[in-house]
């Protein structure tokens, strides 16, 4: 066990529960007393599906952060990566939206390969969306954003191993017409729209048609060409419901998103030196013996001059959104798809059906060396579909609720990767390398979930879920051009399928996960649950897209291939309704028995996953509460320790790393006032994350390291009636300058960082008609 997270987690758990003894018993007795108090004094009821089935977040024995529409409207949370400001213990990484990475409690998935699925699952609508490239978007026309922390494999299903995100739309209503419009202006030229038409044909049919467009100009200052990280984007839904009387319903659901003519973002260029020990300033080894920086990043030598990569940059601004890259960078991404949900009931007994089949085609391009100098560009070119269909029985009995079904999914990725490199120092001339490859992935699942109040107030809840993963990998490293393949000193050709890699490239995973919980529920409002659970996840390939640096050709066909991970969960909390509403209190510790995690590195610039154990423990607490009428104030508190055992380092050296984007300490909050005045009702919010320091690569070399930081937001409005309002908004307030990716090239004399944006002033005006 830590020494340091776990303890403190405890304590933190320990003092929750004081508080829930203290609270609760005083609310009780003064219920009566309390029943004219106004709703609006009460916090709002979240509804979740946690367990396939709506019930309130405080009635579900699972650590979960849950969003409404309300407060989604509220925080301005628009792009599905915002909610990471206010869910305690999550973090994400990303590169634009090619590659979305989401973050919770330390486990990710850090390789930028196209064809990954990401142990931190995301869904859309009952949807698993398996590739990290559909995952960036605008959040449009939500009802409800929920994230699960911790394994969620037997009911969801495939690779939440961490937890997952489930987005969840607002669906057509009978009620009668009615909808929104949103429309945001600020900095970068940014304008943004959003909005929605609820329409109703008959008494059982009504449909929706819900839209967003994203555009701003670079965030990213060139001083040598085009900036960089703008956004050019349209997404829209269309629903049709067809309500058929007490036996059920249809939900049919057409949707799409494109990206045009973006300019990808470029790193932040930092100076790094390949050593372990200090070095004067301009002597650097010459040699390139391996990767990985273990000197800071600042105004270290490197090549011909001080500060300088090996091409002779140095960067003359310390802005990192201030940058001076050659290339102009491509991001055109088209995703579409169609989803059918059925409900239907046969009595006690429910079916629902889900299906869906998603394509999506993505150009990116970037300067992956960041400088003015022609060294390395990158890019990607991907094809990608998926269907998938999933249908589960589900009951209630007086004491007892079942779930039970069966899952099909069907993967298909495309893949070119192509790097142009021109680093002469350090033996590579002007060509190209990448490779080419094809991922094809089919899993069938049976699941199960019971639950059985065997007592009064306790409740045992167990679960199990078989998958089957076939999958098929064939890959070609070329060099010089693409469809040549690489070929090794004997002159035969780099080429990892079933015939040249019989018994890796074709493999078939058998996957287990389960789940056995008891709650307790002493009386209303107040839960007590332990759990234990079981996530898995299945093995597969790396996909180098440039020959191997020390490695041999044998070798590398070794380590492409890695194995499955799985997770065992153990984990206690409570949740408390408190003050009679008024107030909340969630608080859980856990411990990860971590097994093969897939973890990401750079050896001799060839990108590899492989295999590690590591033990994880943690825990945290959300507290929201109304004190007076209109304040609502709310914070979360995570504790994190991550181990990783034997890490191999760049001189080939074994040690134990923390895990990337976990920082030990991290905390959210928000205070939020409204006060009405004859002329309307106005708001003022302050809502902000804080996140202790952190490594952002597995190896934890110094130029890796990311110092705490802090990020606030803050929002004025003003609703003249119900229904038009406006809100004045800024983020990142302080302009804080903090890093949420960096990828260790300091073998050629510099990293690459990914920024957060930076501070974001604009204006959004609502208006809603009808009902």
Not at 351 to 356: A, E, G, H, K, Q
Request: hydrophobic share 35%; net charge negative; glycine share 10%.
């Amino acid at each position: 066990m830590s020494r340091y997270a776990f303890p403190q987690a405890l304590w933190v758990c320990a003092l929750t529960l004081e508080l829930l003894a203290a609270a609760s018993a005083p609310a009780a007795e003064t219920a009566a007393t309390e029943t004219t108090r106004a709703d609006t004094d009460r916090l709002p009821e979240i509804t979740v599906t946690a367990q396939r089935r709506e019930q309130s977040l405080q009635d579900v024995g699972t650590s979960i952060t849950a969003f409404d529409a309300a407060s989604l409207q509220k925080l301005g949370l628009r792009s599905t990566t915002d909610i990471v400001q206010q869910v305690p213990g999550m973090q994400f990484q990303t590169f634009s939206p090619t590659i979305t990475i989401f973050n919770l409690r330390g486990i990710s998935q850090n390789d930028f390969g196209d064809h990954h699925e990401a142990p931190v699952a995301v869904y859309s609508d009952d949807v698993y969306q398996a590739s990290m490239s559909s995952v960036a978007g605008s959040m449009y026309d939500q009802e409800r954003v929920e994230v699960l922390r911790g394994p969620q494999g037997t009911l969801f299903g495939r690779n939440a191993t961490g937890g997952l995100i489930h987005y969840l739309s607002v669906r057509p209503s009978l009620d009668g017409v009615g909808g929104y419009v949103n429309v945001s202006g600020g900095k970068f030229s940014d304008l943004e729209t959003e909005g929605a038409l609820n329409l109703p044909v008959n008494d059982s049919i009504a449909t929706r048609f819900s839209f967003a467009t994203s555009r701003h100009d670079g965030l990213i200052s060139n001083f040598a060409g085009p900036d960089a990280n703008s956004q050019n984007q349209y997404a829209a839904r269309f629903q049709v419901l067809d309500k058929i009387g007490d036996a059920g319903d249809v939900l049919l659901k057409v949707y799409g998103l494109r990206n045009i003519g973006e300019v990808s973002p470029s790193y932040a260029w930092g100076a790094s030196c390949n050593d372990h020990g200090p070095v004067a300033p301009g002597s650097c080894p010459a040699g390139v013996n391996g990767l990985g920086a273990f000197l800071t990043p600042t105004q270290n030598p490197y090549g011909t001059c001080p500060g300088c990569d090996e091409s002779g940059y140095r960067d003359p601004s310390s802005n990192p959104f201030v940058q001076g890259f050659d290339r102009r960078g491509i991001f055109d991404r088209s995703l579409y798809g169609l989803t059918a949900h059925v409900n239907w009931n046969f009595g006690a007994v429910k079916l629902t059906s889900v299906t869906d089949y998603m394509h999506l085609h993505k150009r990116y391009g970037e300067d992956s060396d960041g400088s003015p100098n022609f060294q390395f560009n990158f890019d990607t070119y991907q094809t990608y579909h998926q269907f998938s269909q999933e249908l589960h029985l589900s009951g209630t009995a007086e004491r007892f609720r079942w779930i039970g079904g069966v899952y099909f999914l069907d993967l298909h990725n495309d893949d070119i990767q192509d790097e142009n490199v021109n680093q002469p120092l350090v033996g590579f001339i002007v060509h190209d390398q990448g490779n080419q490859f094809t991922l094809d992935t089919r899993s069938w699942a049976l699941f199960g979930q019971t639950e059985w109040d065997f007592a009064d107030h306790v409740t045992l809840i167990t679960g199990a879920r078989y998958t089957r993963d076939d999958k098929h990998f064939n890959y070609t490293l070329w060099n010089p051009a693409p469809g040549t393949p690489l070929l090794d000193a004997n002159g035969v050709p780099f080429v990892y399928n079933s015939s040249t890699a019989p018994g890796l490239a074709d493999r078939n995973f058998d996957l287990y996960s389960g789940k056995i919980e008891l709650d307790f529920k002493p009386g209303p409002g107040l839960l007590f649950y332990g759990s234990v659970n079981r996530g898995p996840k299945g093995g597969g390939w790396s996909a180098p897209s440039n020959p191997p640096g020390t490695f041999l050709f044998t070798s590398l066909v070794d380590v492409i291939a890695y194995k499955p991970e799985t997770l065992i969960d153990y984990e206690v909390g409570t949740k408390a309704t408190i003050l009679n509403g008024r107030g909340r209190i969630n608080a859980d510790v856990f411990y990860y028995d971590y097994r093969n995690y897939q973890a990401f590195f750079l050896r001799d610039f060839t990108q590899i996953i492989g295999n590690v154990d590591a033990k994880l423990e943690g825990g945290e607490v959300e507290f929201a509460v109304v004190p007076v009428h209109g304040l609502t104030l709310e914070l979360g508190v995570a504790a994190l320790s991550t181990h990783i055992k034997n890490v191999v380092l760049p001189d080939g050296s074994t040690a134990d790393r923390e895990m990337p984007n976990a920082p030990k300490w991290s905390a959210n909050m928000l205070a939020r006032y409204e006060w009405p005045t004859s002329v309307g009702t106005w708001s003022a919010s302050v809502d902000g994350k804080w996140n202790a320091s952190q490594w952002l690569e597995n190896v934890n070399a110094p130029v890796d390291f990311q110092p705490s930081y802090a990020v606030a937001d803050v929002h004025v409005g003003y609703a003249p009636n119900e229904r038009l309002s406006f809100d004045a908004w800024v983020k990142n307030l302080s302009n804080k300058y903090y890093r949420v990716y960096n990828l260790d090239l300091s073998g050629l004399g510099y990293n690459e960082s990914v920024y957060g944006p930076p501070r974001w002033e604009g204006i959004t005006v609502s208006y809603r008609f009808g009902k």
